[in-house]
């Protein structure tokens, strides 16, 4: 019965353990901007197919503030084209500054 009763305590604690670190995993600080960024290039290219999604990264304009960038790789009537996202937003409140798309020359 001993066993068994340790048997159940242990399994419980690993499976406690276990979910303790799927929640605690965080996602990157630049993911809600990153589904702003693809949410702005699904409205600027309508049923284009988004190929592929890169998260370029940040720079630090002044104390306060990030911006961070995206390359989507894009095809537009069959030719293939790189958009760049870039957003710049305050780390202090949180709150999106500016919102640049421009297409990268090949």
């Known amino acids: 019965m001993k066993k068994i009763w340790m048997l159940a305590v ?9 979910q303790a ?4 995993a965080q996602q990157p600080d630049y993911a809600k901007y990153g589904n702003v960024a693809i949410a702005v ?6 049923g284009i ?3 592929e999604y890169n998260y370029i990264g940040r720079t ?14 894009v095809t537009e009537n069959g030719k293939p084209k790189v958009v760049v ?8 409140n949180k709150k999106l500054l500016n919102l640049t798309v421009g ?3 090949p």
């Open 10 to 18: 242990l399994s419980l604690a690993l499976t406690l353990g276990f």
């Open 85 to 92: 996202v870039k957003v710049t937003h305050n780390l202090e």
């Open 41 to 46: 290039v699904k409205a600027d290219y309508p």
């Open 49 to 51: 197919a988004v190929t």
């Open 21 to 24: 670190s799927k929640s605690s």
């Open 60 to 73: 630090k304009p002044n104390a306060t503030d990030v911006t961070d960038s995206f390359r989507f790789k």
């Open 103 to 105: 297409e990268e020359k």
